[in-house]
Every structure is written in structure tokens, then in C-alpha cells.
T-cell receptor, first 113, second 113 residues
């Protein structure tokens, strides 16, 4: 059972470089999410997609863009990376509804020099 | 706004000790409440959930009761094991101005043999 798959697992970028983080889920979930995890701050929502064809900003969207390519795939793009974007990025998916738990990938560890 | 507050860690216990991790929340509506666990190098996994007041969620010996009167959802386990060492996140989901899940900052648990 693959669940939520994120690529790459690790990446080092230089300031100003661009990059796309990939996420795919095989659970037929409608909703997908991108979070960043920083020490002592829990998870902060960057963007989410409630259903295919829709995307919405979360708590910390600045410096990021997303694309919901199809029901399975939801990518996160950093157009011009900054050191403040050094973090661990998690993609998650869920069925729709507030009772539904989210299923997480194993994360992408991104360092920006 | 809505928020989740967890006790700060790390929490260090000996094997077979009793565990309590406190979680309180503020919410304007009627949220669902969750506990997630994160093992090193992995994404979050659902541990248990409760969807209405007085519900008790349980899994793998862990329990938490949805207390609306005290706005709390404390995690408990009667006898911890070394394998329970992880980071635990309390979270709430509700629909207020759009669907949102809010995570606490996480509490790291170390269990010594």
C-alpha cells in the first residue's frame, strides 16, 4: 500500500533556485494538503485543494505556488527559494469532511543555502 | 481564532510508567479532535480521534476523551513502552470560514528501558 508518496526525500538548493515538490496519493481522496514543519511550531498549512480543480491558500502561502494536476497529484513549487523556506515539507490527503483524518507522506527535507 | 495548545516537551518516562499529554483547544464551532503520532523520519499517522463531546477515542492502549466543558482532549496510556517514543500532535478540524485542520506544536516523548 503506497498511500501518499512524496519526491524527492531530500534536496539542497541555493538561494534563488526554483524547485517543484511532487506528491501523489492512491487512496482516491478528494482533498490534498501541503504543510511545512519547523521545530517548535507544529505543522503549518501552506496550500490545500479541497477537490480536483480547486486550490486555496493556507496559513503561510507566500513564496509558494501549487498545482492540482489531477485527482491523484498535487505539486508545490518554490519559484525563488529563500533560506527561510528551509523546512520539512509534508503532503497529506483525506476524504472530504471534518471527521476524516489526514494521511501523510514521509516528507521532503529541503535545505536552502 | 481557533487554536490547539499542548504541553511542552520533552516528556521522559521509564518503561511501564503512566503517560498523560495535555491538550486544550479553542474553537468557535463543533470540531472533531485527533491525536497523531510521528516516528523519526516519517510523516504523521492517525493515532485516535473523537468527533463529538464525551466520545472516547482509543487505539494501541492510548485513550483520549473529548471534554467540551473543559475544551480538552488529553492523551493517556497506562503503561508506556520504549517503542512509544515519538512526537505526538493534537489537532482539531472544523468548518468555520472554510475547512481547517489546526495542529498543536507537538510533544516529544522519550521512554527509557
Amino acid at each position: 500500500n503506497a498511500g501518499v508518496t512524496q519526491t524527492p526525500k531530500f534536496q539542497v538548493l541555493k538561494t534563488g533556485q526554483s524547485m517543484t515538490l511532487q506528491c501523489a496519493q492512491d487512496m482516491n481522496h478528494n482533498s490534498m494538503y501541503w504543510y511545512r514543519q519547523d521545530p517548535g511550531m507544529g505543522l503549518r498549512l501552506i496550500y490545500y485543494s479541497a477537490s480536483e480543480g480547486t486550490t486555496d491558500k493556507g496559513e503561510v502561502p507566500n513564496g509558494y505556488n501549487v498545482s492540482r494536476l489531477n485527482k491523484r497529484e498535487f505539486s508545490l513549487r518554490l519559484e525563488s527559494a529563500a533560506p527561510s523556506q528551509t523546512s520539512v515539507y509534508f503532503c497529506a490527503s483525506s476524504k472530504q469532511g471534518i471527521n476524516q483524518p489526514q494521511h501523510f507522506g514521509d516528507g521532503t527535507r529541503l535545505s536552502i543555502l | 481564532g481557533n487554536s490547539v495548545t499542548q504541553m511542552e516537551g520533552p516528556v521522559t518516562l521509564s518503561e511501564e510508567a503512566f503517560l498523560t499529554i495535555n491538550c486544550t483547544y479553542t474553537a468557535t464551532g463543533y470540531p472533531s479532535l485527533f491525536w497523531y503520532v510521528q516516528y523519526p523520519g516519517e510523516g504523521l499517522q492517525l493515532l485516535l480521534k473523537a468527533t463529538k463531546a464525551d466520545d472516547k477515542g482509543s487505539n494501541k492502549g492510548f485513550e483520549a476523551t473529548y471534554r467540551k466543558e473543559t475544551t480538552s482532549f488529553h492523551l493517556e496510556k497506562g503503561s508506556v513502552q520504549v517503542s512509544d517514543s515519538a512526537v505526538y500532535f493534537c489537532a482539531l478540524s472544523e468548518i468555520t470560514g472554510g475547512f481547517k485542520t489546526i495542529f498543536g506544536a507537538g510533544t516529544r516523548l522519550f521512554v527509557k528501558a
